[in-house]
């Protein structure tokens, strides 16, 4: 028999919520398959099969605490389903023999309805009625047999005269035709995001300052040489690559932008490591692109591609996520026109990108329809003055506009 246990967590990480078992007890799996997910405060990490074998018994539940490299399971390695018997049936075999020998039949320790319906919900949809506080026996099933899916749970068809309790007993859904409504408690990870971004409004002096770029000659640029650089490099040529290298040129030549406070110190970072905001299902993730100078805009286009992938599907792992300079966030890509972005301490300023919108512009005395970006650097006040915040920004103004000059190192 082995134990299975939480992943050792950095220093950083006090602990973790089991969000989802993928197997049950009893259970056959192969070598490196998903058993479990962990979430923290900053990812969500998986457990996997040691060996091919049989998990046993299950420790640690659904939205249970755990601790770095705590138990959470029983696994024993080369047995099959039949040969390891999960642990509340082995629990139950002795009341049943001790029955029979008063002469008495073997009777069934389980009622087989309940033992039907707790059957019938895989642990996705056990983890979803946790969730929302939905009883999936009330819930109209599309699945064979009229189960209960983990889609059904997701948007939920009451079945008539039904009334959704939560455990403190108020309504959490109820059916009133097309009216329903829904409770789901905040991830952690979630939690941890409000946490930090009521701390950034509140610890920090933060300012905003705006400007706006041209983005025509970028985006010239991009239709004469995406299908050479494509080819080449085997990703696309994107505007955040750009982006990236400006901000990182920028930062050169305004150290305080790329410093951190740490108490009553302020450290000069001499490495430039940019962070680069994502959005996922379980909420806003800051992966770090490390030494960006060194980075070509292929290395960035490909490595921003290969977060955005992982961020969708819950893998960032903390190695992805620690660290960080300065941050660039881009709502553009949502359609946000403009936003004062909140900073992502210990770090002093973040860039916000927006979207690309026609507009007259005046130039040289005419007007010209333009694509025009608004461009927000948030900072923090105690660290930055206003001169290198502006100053910084119309650098990155500067460099965008004319992509030749990081070329020719101007």
Same mark, same amino acid.
């Given at each position: 028999m082995a134990d299975i246990k939480a992943p050792v967590f950095p220093e950083s990480?006090?602990?973790g919520t089991i969000v989802e078992w993928h197997v049950t007890e009893g259970q056959q799996v192969s070598r490196d398959d998903l058993l479990a997910e962990i *979430?923290?405060?900053?990812?969500v990490l998986e457990v996997v099969a040691p060996d091919d074998g049989v998990l046993t018994k299950i420790v640690k539940q659904v939205d249970d605490t755990v601790l770095s490299d705590e138990l959470i399971a029983q696994f024993e390695a080369g047995a099959s389903a039949g040969d390891a018997a999960p642990a509340a049936e082995q629990s139950a075999a002795p009341a049943q023999e001790e029955q029979? $020998?008063?002469?008495? *039949?073997?009777?069934q320790v389980t009622d087989k309805k309940d033992e039907a319906e707790h059957k019938d919900q895989s642990p996705a949809v056990r983890k979803a009625a946790k969730e929302s506080g939905v009883d999936p026996k009330e819930v109209e099933g599309s699945g064979r047999g009229g189960r209960v899916t983990k889609t059904d749970m997701a948007n939920p068809t009451l079945k008539s005269d039904s009334s959704i309790k939560s455990d403190n007993g108020r309504p959490v859904a109820e059916s009133m035709g097309e009216r329903t409504e829904k409770r789901v408690p905040m991830t952690r990870l979630r939690k941890r995001v409000a946490? =930090?971004?009521? !701390?950034? !409004?509140?610890?920090? $002096?933060?300012?905003?300052?705006?400007? *706006?770029v041209n983005m025509k000659p970028l985006m010239d640029m991009r239709a004469k040489y995406k299908e050479k650089f494509e080819k080449r490099h085997g990703v696309r040529l994107g505007f955040m690559s750009l982006f990236v290298k400006a901000a990182t040129e920028a930062l050169k030549r305004f150290p305080a932008v790329n410093a951190s406070l740490d108490g009553d110190d302020i450290v000069y970072h001499g490495f430039y490591d940019i962070g680069v905001a994502v959005s996922s299902d379980r909420g806003l993730v800051v992966p770090v692109l490390r030494d960006t100078d060194r980075m070509s805009m292929a290395d960035v286009e490909s490595t921003i591609r290969e977060f955005g992938g992982k961020a969708q599907q819950g893998k960032l792992g903390l190695e992805d996520m620690t660290g960080g300079t300065f941050t660039i966030s881009n709502g553009g890509?949502?359609? !946000?026109?403009? !936003?004062t972005p909140i900073l992502n301490p210990p770090q002093t300023a973040i860039l916000g990108m927006h979207a690309i919108?026609? =507009?007259?512009?005046?130039?040289?005395?005419?007007? *010209?329809?333009?694509?025009?970006?608004?461009? $927000?650097?948030s900072y923090d006040h105690r660290m930055i003055d206003g001169k290198e915040a502006v100053q910084f920004l119309v650098t990155i103004k500067e460099l965008v506009e004319d992509p030749a000059m990081l070329l020719l190192d101007l």
């Open positions: 990480v006090a602990d *979430e923290t405060d900053k990812v029979a $020998a008063d002469g008495g *039949e073997p009777v946490e =930090r971004l009521l !701390s950034a !409004s509140q610890d920090t $002096a933060m300012l905003t300052t705006f400007n *706006e890509v949502f359609g !946000s026109l403009m !936003s919108n026609d =507009r007259p512009m005046a130039v040289d005395g005419k007007v *010209e329809i333009l694509p025009m970006m608004y461009l $927000a650097l």
